[in-house]
């Protein structure tokens, strides 16, 4: 079974400035490791997902840092903006199957 | 495309008594999740769905939880009886493949307050 952890739980940070938050995972699978952003009232969306094989993707002011050795993958945002105040998941798969074990949530608050 | 259903969007009903929730998933997707988030928590997976057979269901509450997907396209998870505890956001999610995570979408889901 995998096991996620998040951090931080919250995360308060000035308009323009970077958001980073980690994830630490247990068990390896050759699947993607994506990352979730929630607003109130609606359901998950994901936001951006990289593969094992791959250290880094960017996709516009997001970008994930894979770091497979120790088992930690970390969401950066860059010119955070209010707009981006939301909780964040990251998520891990399972060894086999399609199914996601998430991590607790982060609560990002971007102040104009 | 549209998106991942799901139906009533709020229920309170009181401790012992019984509550249904349906998901209809995006048109073509063969792979269904029913997940439990409770408030301030990430979601937990209840129980997956490959067209209608079940492929995994061992964090289900078997004793009050029952889930069915018939036809391989709806589905409806039941609470019955409710405790307390099972207040919580009830989401569904589907995919397209079982055979990897990619393009996982979820619905707003049901926010089941028992009191």
């Known amino acids: 079974q995998q096991q996620v952890k998040q951090s931080p739980q919250s995360l308060i940070v000035q308009k323009g400035g970077i958001s980073i938050i980690n994830c630490a995972y247990e068990?390896?699978?050759?699947?993607?490791f994506p990352w979730y952003q929630q607003f109130p009232g609606k359901g998950p969306a994901l936001l951006i997902a990289?593969?094992?094989?791959?250290s880094e993707k960017k996709e516009g002011r997001f970008t994930i840092s894979f770091n497979k050795s120790a088992k930690q993958f970390s969401l950066h945002i860059m010119d955070s903006q209010p707009g981006d105040s939301a909780t964040y998941f990251c998520a891990a798969p399972q060894t086999s199957g399609s199914r996601l074990t998430f991590g607790e949530g982060t609560q990002l608050t971007v102040n104009p | 495309e549209a998106g991942v259903a799901q139906s009533p969007r709020y229920k309170i009903i009181e401790k012992r008594q019984s509550v249904a929730f349906w998901c209809n998933p995006i048109?073509?997707?063969?792979?269904l999740y029913w997940y439990q988030q409770i408030l301030g928590q990430g979601p937990k997976l209840l129980i997956q769905?490959?067209?209608?057979?079940?492929?995994?269901d061992s964090q289900l509450p078997k004793d009050r939880f029952s889930a069915e997907r018939l036809k391989g396209v709806d589905s409806t998870l039941k609470i019955q009886p409710a405790k307390l505890e099972d207040s919580a956001v009830y989401l569904c999610?589907?995919?397209?493949?079982?055979?990897?995570?990619?393009?996982?979408?979820f619905g707003s889901g049901t926010r089941l307050t028992v009191v």
């Open positions: 048109s073509g997707h063969a792979t």
């Open positions: 769905f490959q067209n209608n057979g079940v492929v995994d």
């Open positions: 990289i593969r094992p094989d791959v």
């Open positions: 999610a589907s995919s397209w493949s079982d055979r990897g995570n990619y393009g996982y979408t």
């Open positions: 068990n390896t699978a050759f699947d993607y």
